[in-house]
DNA sequence: TTCAGCCTGTCG
DNA sequence: CGACAGGCTGAA
């Protein structure tokens, strides 16, 4: 419930020149909400995205001064959005515009029920890694937690949506769950850059059974993992035991 | 579906 | 120096 003072922009190159943020100044947050990869605030009459990209790191209380994007100062506390590489987004939309936002991509991987989420499945042919990355389709699934989740599932990446069985869609449904849950839990994936917002490191990253590892011995049956590109992201994985 | 491109840094 | 990195877009 606390009011933004200020709006301040550091780094304008990152914004387009029709940016508005500033009129955010003066209203209360009600609200902080998570869907698929994007975090929302949720103002009084405004609602502030912001995507993390692959470098983006949101601050509480902090005075680094390399890569600020912008900074919100509130009344008791200030919240800076760094991002190195300007991969992530910052938007800001009015409540109409958020609604369509919001239907712009799928439900989030943790909200979504198996029934729709077999029903999608069914519904397309691409690699089941391209679907989970499909933020259209479900959201909330990036290229490290799709190849934890299809390696805890047993299923190749290369494998068709469309000529799955039932029980391995089951499988894989829980597997997204269980995977997505351990990662929240462990506070996030901190290879390199990410950080919560105190700045310290999640511990998913401990927990890697497959994702950057391609060479090293697979985790249940000992042979090397194999790494392919698909959907132009490198997939890593174990051809003996995902089938 | 593939590809370059957006950007900056690290690693070999 | 080139290759690569938690993402996504728009064009071919």
Redesign the pocket.
Known sequence: EQKLLKFEIKDF?FFNNTFSGYELAGQKVKNLIRK???LFFLFERNVLAF?????GKLLLNSNIF??VICVLFFEKCSLSFYD????G?VKVFDYKEWKEFLN??GKDALEISFEEFKKLINS????IK?FL?D??KI?G??????DEILFKAGISPHRRTSLLEEQEIKKLYECMRETLGEGIKLG???????RDVFNQKGRFQGKLQV??KAGDLCPRCRKPLK?D??????TTYCSFCQK
Do not use: E, M, P
């Not at 995507?51 to 470098?55: M, Q, S």
């Not at 190195?84 to 991969?87: E, G, H, Q």
């Not at 397309?124 to 690699?127: A, E, I, N, P, T």
């Not at 996030?188 to 990410?194: E, H, K, N, T, V």
């Open positions: 190159s698929g990869k994007w995507h993390l990209g692959l470098t390399s890569h190195l590489r300007k991969f987004k712009s991509f397309c042919s691409q690699k391209s990355l933020q259209k959201s699934i990036g290229n490290i937690y799709a996030g994936c901190s290879i390199r850059d990410y994702y950057g790494k590109i698909i959907s132009q992201r490198t």
